[in-house]
């Protein structure tokens, strides 16, 4: 028995209710959707009820439901078909479940996630997650780093069934049913963990693949990888000056209350100067202490930029210098870091003064990471410089056309300027002037070929 075409059904809070098909090309579906009070031709969707009237919509699923079996008909969702709630009540989300009893024609989620992660460049691993997985929203959700396609899909319907791709250098990417279309799936970013990132940050625009692995990941590597590395770095470096300008006011706050603290001789007065001094350290660490995970990766591709760079910046800048000193400053950072989280795992949380010395640690750490941080706060702002010059560089040239193909392409033209329909015009063109007719067989120094 042949499969039954499909008919998607989707909620819209404008349009009301809207449908899709599949492998049906204005057949029995198509027809069906027609007669119900759908009309065509919408750009976003193939098929609108309009309205959101719930008698309306009450009438039109029951007359598709009536008349779909009759015609080999299957539709997708069945939820829609229960009863419609109050009007005072707001709609609820479309769920992307396939219909219970009904074949699934797309392909497993989890299957392709796996061939999808295998293919992508590095190490990745996929973690799937099925429709139990989650009550009633999609936590990952808010952590979805897009602004297009994939952020409008999530405000009109509720994924039940994902996947999450984790690479070895921690991108995270969710790959999910692309709603009312079948044999495709949308992928997406996710936001960095702890990054904290400006709401200002370009957000990576997610991607529809096709349910072929090979394909979907050649678009994720060539398209949506890209999209997310210059997310990070742009996002990275708007934190990044956000963290040196916070960092300027807690040295001018510092100075201005320093000078009160102290004597004529630059001696402190009394103990109200240390306590002034944790806070200090303490602040400047917070401002310091994201680095220690994104800084690396700054500093790598500033390092990457550094010879494209114009000259005479670089020496005006002491760019090399301070990336150099920036370097330093994040070995010294991790040690410190290092070295407080032995002592605060080796603090046994039932003993009774256990909170008093994880204090003291704390302000040890920043005590000892303030020379670091200060370094940080002196010359991060290289970086910052550096993606405005990064920024202001020309579009790389065209790509040459490679030698083997060039050679062809001479090879060809060499070929079409002796065949025998270039003859002809050649032989035609020098009639038409009146040359001498010695010339009109060849041209050049080349002899005429023998037969």
């Known amino acids: 028995m042949a499969e039954p ?26 027809r069906l959707l027609v007669d119900a009070g759908f009309s065509a031709g919408h750009p976003d969707f193939a098929y609108i009820l309009g309205g959101n009237h719930p008698g309306d919509v009450r009438a039109a699923l029951q007359q598709l439901d009536n008349t779909a079996a009759t015609h080999h008909v299957a539709i997708d969702d069945a939820s829609l078909f229960e009863p419609a709630p109050h009007e005072d009540v707001p709609p609820t989300k479309h769920l992307l479940v396939p219909s219970s009893g009904l074949p699934d024609p797309q392909r497993d989620l989890a299957e392709f996630a796996g061939e999808l992660a295998a293919r992508l460049p590095g190490t990745w691993h996929a973690a799937s997650h099925g429709p139990n997985a989650y009550a009633e929203d999609f936590p990952l959700g808010e952590r979805v780093w897009d602004r297009g396609h994939v ?11 994902n996947a999450v791709l984790t690479s070895d250098s921690g991108v995270e990417l969710v790959v999910f049913d692309r709603p009312l279309r079948r044999h495709e799936f949308l992928v997406a970013a996710l936001e960095p963990r702890g990054s904290g990132f400006a709401a200002t940050a370009e957000a990576p625009t997610g991607i529809v693949v096709s349910a072929d692995p090979a394909r979907a990941a050649s678009r994720v590597t060539e398209r949506l990888l890209p999209r997310y590395e210059k997310a990070v770095h742009q996002a990275r470096i708007e934190q990044l000056a956000l963290a040196v300008a916070a960092g300027e006011r807690v040295l001018d706050e510092w100075d201005a209350v320093s000078d009160s603290l102290c004597d004529a001789d630059h001696w402190p007065l009394d103990e109200r100067y240390d306590l002034r001094q944790r806070v200090r350290d303490a602040e400047m660490w917070a401002q310091f202490a994201p680095f220690l995970d994104h800084g690396p990766a700054l500093a790598a591709h500033a390092e990457e930029t550094l010879p494209l760079l114009d000259p005479a910046e670089r020496v005006a800048g002491r760019w090399s210098y301070r990336l150099r000193a920036l370097r330093e400053t994040l070995d010294g950072g991790a040690r410190v870091q290092t070295e407080f989280q032995v002592v605060a795992e080796a603090l046994l949380p039932d003993h009774p003064r256990s909170g008093e010395v994880f204090a003291d640690a704390v302000a040890l750490r920043n005590a000892e990471g303030w020379h670091y941080s200060l370094t940080w706060m002196d010359n991060a702002g290289v970086l910052v410089d550096m993606a405005r010059a990064e920024e202001a560089l020309p579009a790389p040239p065209a ?19 002796w065949s025998p ?31």
């Open 5 to 30: 075409v499909w008919i998607t059904l989707g909620k819209h809070p404008e349009l009301g209710l809207t449908a899709a098909t599949a492998q049906d090309d204005l057949g029995a579906a198509h």
């Open 151 to 161: 952020s409008w899909a999530f405000s009109e319907f509720t994924p039940l069934r």
């Open 399 to 417: 790509r040459p056309v490679p030698t083997q193909q060039a050679a062809q392409s001479a090879r060809a033209e060499a070929a079409r300027a």
């Open 421 to 451: 329909h270039a003859a002809r015009q050649i032989t035609a063109a020098i009639e038409t002037a009146g040359g001498p007719l010695a010339i009109r067989f060849f041209n050049g120094t080349r002899p005429p070929r023998s037969r």
